[in-house]
């Protein structure tokens, strides 16, 4: 096969800077600078336009090889898309008791389950349409689809693509070089449409391992005739990423699953030196795309020496923002971050419980978090933190909904309340991870369910807030609803504060170990 000419065809989604692809092509050119690449952003192109746009694209470089990035599949979000809020139409839905309100919920699920699924018909239509236009060029052109949203339902994807279609899970760097050397595709996290099958348990397989250097963003600009569209803003975020990989166990995250356990940390002077091509060309906010900025105690000295050589750079009027394991800063990160312009981070502790941390596999301390985050605040930090709540988790209580509301507002004191946004979600339950596992060991689903199913039968389980608090927190959510829809993360826990307290901090930072009774930490992984 020829595949000397490289399209990569950014599936339509939220205008957030497409870095896989960017990153993708760049390594490409690095490794192969004879192959011809272009970038083709649908996130940029108006819906209506998708396919015409798609096909001009096709005609005008005549691509042999058609690389789909498809970067969500969002079923569940606590915030508005797909024509409505999916967890506001769910929760009236499923515990309104107005008759009323519960027909607007089933009249807003509808919608976004009607608009979900035509999303999900439109962007197989056009990686199906891409690979027929691009055969009328060259016969033997072939697609490669990979991203987000095929790393997680890669199973249930490969039943509708084309055959000859590689699926591909994960980082992608490694398989398009064997591609294009003509090597065995056989070890790599893939599989081909009507050819082969998925291995078993495939996206727990390692990854690749390359050294990353800065990407070359003026050969970016030459294939890339839509690049200056994310640069228009002053207040956009762009992503540089700083490592790969999460080296933690937390039962409903997928990242460790995607990206691997082993932590592979890029060289700071070559993520600087990324950094500057961006800043050269007007860009001052920075999103640190990892999976954790600071996963882990033993990378903190990495993360101090990119910290200083930002701060070396001159780079001095830029911000960046991250998620960051706050449990692992020092005082000298602290003072680092304020120094080079952190102004906004975000923190999932999911509980303020830290007997519920320890059974959802997190390795939270959470008296540590607070610790550190008193340290962050002393060292001048005076913007936005997001904290991510996930209630109703495995063994939640009344007793450990009191002690989160009062390490919430402990973290209030220590950032000033209106500093402190808690963001409330309910775990979309994700297939490969260990709350999936636990769902099949108590008989909560069944193996060989479809987990991009949006029958109400199959939602209720997979948007996770199980009896006997399901209908007390679907109250609480409702009540937040019509109190202020505006800052809604803030009212629930307010109207959890109203109907049962606040419980004591110190019992929150404590976590007795009950060996008698099984919990999620026993499950196999």
């Given at each position: 096969?020829?595949?000397?000419?490289?399209?990569?065809?950014?599936?339509?989604?939220?205008?957030?800077?497409?870095?896989?692809?960017?990153?993708?092509?760049?390594?490409?050119?690095?490794?192969?600078?004879?192959?011809?690449?272009?970038?083709?952003?649908?996130?940029?192109?108006?819906?209506?336009?998708?396919?015409?746009?798609?096909?001009?694209?096709?005609?005008?470089?005549?691509?042999?090889?058609?690389?789909?990035?498809?970067?969500?599949?969002?079923?569940?979000?606590?915030?508005?898309?797909?024509?409505?809020?999916?967890?506001?139409?769910?929760?009236?839905?499923?515990?309104?008791?107005?008759?009323?309100?519960?027909?607007?919920?089933?009249?807003?699920?509808?919608?976004?389950?009607?608009?979900?699924?035509?999303?999900?018909?439109?962007?197989?239509?056009?990686?199906?349409?891409?690979?027929?236009?691009?055969?009328?060029?060259?016969?033997?052109?072939?697609?490669?689809?990979?991203?987000?949203?095929?790393?997680?339902?890669?199973?249930?994807?490969?039943?509708?693509?084309?055959?000859?279609?590689?699926?591909?899970?994960?980082?992608?760097?490694?398989?398009?070089?064997?591609?294009?050397?003509?090597?065995?595709?056989?070890?790599?996290?893939?599989?081909?449409?009507?050819?082969?099958?998925?291995?078993?348990?495939?996206?727990?397989?390692?990854?690749?391992?390359?050294?990353?250097?800065?990407?070359?963003?003026?050969?970016?600009?030459?294939?890339?005739?839509?690049?200056?569209?994310?640069?228009?803003?002053?207040?956009?975020?762009?992503?540089?990423?700083?490592?790969?990989?999460?080296?933690?166990?937390?039962?409903?995250?997928?990242?460790?699953?995607?990206?691997?356990?082993?932590?592979?940390?890029?060289?700071?002077?070559?993520?600087?030196?990324?950094?500057?091509?961006?800043?050269?060309r007007g860009i001052r906010n920075f999103w640190f795309t990892d999976a954790q900025f600071?996963?882990?105690?033993?990378?903190?000295?990495?993360?101090?020496?990119?910290?200083?050589?930002?701060?070396?750079?001159?780079m001095k009027d830029i911000h960046w923002a991250a998620y960051i394991r706050a449990d692992?800063?020092?005082?000298?990160l602290c003072d680092l971050m304020v120094k080079t312009g952190m102004n906004y981070f975000?923190?999932?502790?999911?509980?303020?419980?830290?007997?519920?941390?320890?059974?959802?596999?997190?390795?939270?301390?959470?008296?540590?978090?607070?610790?550190?985050?008193?340290?962050?605040?002393?060292?001048?930090?005076?913007?936005?933190?997001?904290?991510?709540?996930?209630?109703?988790?495995?063994?939640?209580?009344?007793?450990?909904?009191?002690?989160?509301?009062?390490?919430?507002?402990?973290?209030?004191?220590?950032?000033?309340?209106?500093?402190?946004?808690?963001?409330?979600?309910?775990?979309?339950?994700?297939?490969?991870?260990?709350?999936?596992?636990?769902?099949?060991?108590?008989?909560?689903?069944?193996?060989?369910?479809?987990?991009?199913?949006?029958?109400?039968?199959?939602?209720?389980?997979?948007?996770?807030?199980?009896?006997?608090?399901?209908?007390?927190?679907?109250?609480?959510?409702?009540?937040?609803?019509?109190?202020?829809?505006?800052?809604?993360?803030?009212?629930?826990?307010?109207?959890?504060?109203?109907?049962?307290?606040?419980?004591?901090?110190?019992?929150?930072?404590?976590?007795?170990?009950?060996?008698?009774?099984?919990?999620?930490?026993?499950?196999?992984?």
């Amino acid at each position: 096969m020829n595949t000397d000419r490289i399209l990569y065809v950014r599936l339509p989604c939220n205008p957030i800077f497409p870095i896989g692809v960017v990153y993708l092509a760049d390594r490409i050119h690095k490794l192969f600078p004879d192959v011809e690449q272009q970038i083709f952003d649908l996130g940029t192109i108006p819906p209506l336009d998708f396919a015409s746009a798609l096909d001009r694209a096709i005609d005008e470089f005549k691509p042999s090889l058609l690389v789909f990035s498809w970067r969500d599949i969002q079923i569940y979000a606590p915030v508005g898309g797909r024509g409505g809020n999916p967890l506001q139409y769910a929760f009236e839905f499923y515990y309104a008791r107005n008759p009323l309100v519960k027909l607007r919920g089933a009249l807003g699920g509808l919608r976004i389950t009607t608009a979900y699924y035509t999303e999900l018909w439109r962007n197989l239509g056009l990686i199906k349409r891409g690979l027929k236009r691009a055969k009328t060029y060259n016969p033997d052109a072939r697609a490669v689809v990979g991203g987000g949203a095929v790393s997680v339902f890669y199973e249930q994807l490969g039943k509708s693509l084309p055959d000859g279609t590689i699926v591909s899970v994960g980082e992608g760097e490694a398989l398009l070089e064997k591609l294009l050397r003509g090597d065995s595709l056989d070890d790599e996290r893939c599989y081909i449409v009507g050819q082969t099958e998925p291995r078993d348990r495939m996206i727990h397989e390692k990854p690749t391992d390359f050294e990353k250097t800065a990407c070359n963003y003026d050969y970016i600009e030459t294939i890339w005739p839509a690049f200056n569209y994310y640069l228009q803003e002053s207040d956009f975020y762009i992503g540089v990423q700083t490592k790969r990989g999460c080296p933690h166990n937390c039962c409903y995250c997928i990242y460790t699953v995607i990206e691997g356990k082993q932590v592979r940390i890029n060289p700071a002077d070559e993520v600087v030196a990324e950094m500057r091509q961006l800043y050269d060309r007007g860009i001052r906010n920075f999103w640190f795309t990892d999976a954790q900025f600071i996963p882990a105690r033993k990378f903190i000295d990495d993360a101090i020496e990119l910290l200083q050589k930002i701060l070396a750079s001159g780079m001095k009027d830029i911000h960046w923002a991250a998620y960051i394991r706050a449990d692992n800063l020092t005082p000298e990160l602290c003072d680092l971050m304020v120094k080079t312009g952190m102004n906004y981070f975000e923190i999932g502790i999911t509980s303020g419980s830290q007997e519920l941390v320890r059974k959802m596999r997190m390795g939270y301390n959470l008296r540590t978090v607070l610790e550190n985050c008193r340290d962050l605040k002393a060292a001048g930090f005076n913007d936005l933190v997001s904290v991510n709540y996930s209630f109703n988790v495995i063994d939640e209580t009344f007793e450990t909904i009191r002690q989160t509301i009062a390490y919430h507002r402990e973290l209030e004191r220590i950032f000033g309340a209106d500093k402190v946004e808690p963001a409330i979600f309910f775990i979309g339950l994700q297939p490969h991870t260990h709350l999936e596992e636990y769902a099949f060991d108590n008989d909560i689903l069944k193996p060989g369910y479809n987990p991009m199913s949006l029958m109400p039968w199959t939602a209720r389980k997979l948007l996770w807030n199980p009896e006997p608090l399901g209908s007390f927190f679907g109250e609480v959510c409702l009540e937040a609803w019509r109190r202020n829809p505006n800052d809604f993360g803030r009212e629930v826990m307010n109207i959890l504060e109203e109907r049962l307290g606040c419980g004591d901090l110190e019992a929150a930072l404590s976590a007795p170990i009950d060996t008698a009774k099984k919990s999620l930490v026993g499950a196999s992984s």
